[in-house]
């Protein structure tokens, strides 16, 4: 069973940074699309981000300039550097393969990132 481990999440101020980690079991070479999903208190999860593996990047227009997605296909990993944080980024940060039908994968345990005002 394919594993993701996301880490790097914590307590910040708003306008601080985080940088998340997901480190993910198998190859993600074949993986043409890899993301960040997030999911707030009560509200369902959310595609907050996504990269190819020809380095081809989305972000959901709520964090655009403000987040940056990256791989690193050698570790089997996946980054998202969260810079001018806000409140309203509050949530479990979870990554996953993204394909034509949706995730790849099963979920991991995420990593919750908490911006107080």
């Known amino acids: 069973q394919v594993q993701l481990v996301e880490f790097g999440g914590g307590l910040v101020q708003a306008g601080g940074s985080l940088r998340l980690s997901c480190i993910v079991s198998v190859s993600i070479f074949s993986i043409n699309y890899m993301a960040w999903y997030r999911q707030a208190p009560g509200k369902q999860r959310e595609l907050v981000a996504r990269i190819s593996n020809g380095g081809s990047r989305y972000y959901v227009d709520s964090v655009k300039g403000r987040f940056i997605i990256s791989r690193d296909n050698l570790q089997s990993s996946v980054y998202l550097e969260m810079n001018n944080l806000k409140p309203e980024d509050t949530a479990v940060y979870y990554c996953?393969?993204?394909?034509?039908?949706?995730?790849?994968w099963g979920w991991g345990l995420g990593t919750q990132v908490t911006v107080s005002s």
């Open positions: 996953n393969g993204l394909g034509p039908h949706g995730r790849t």
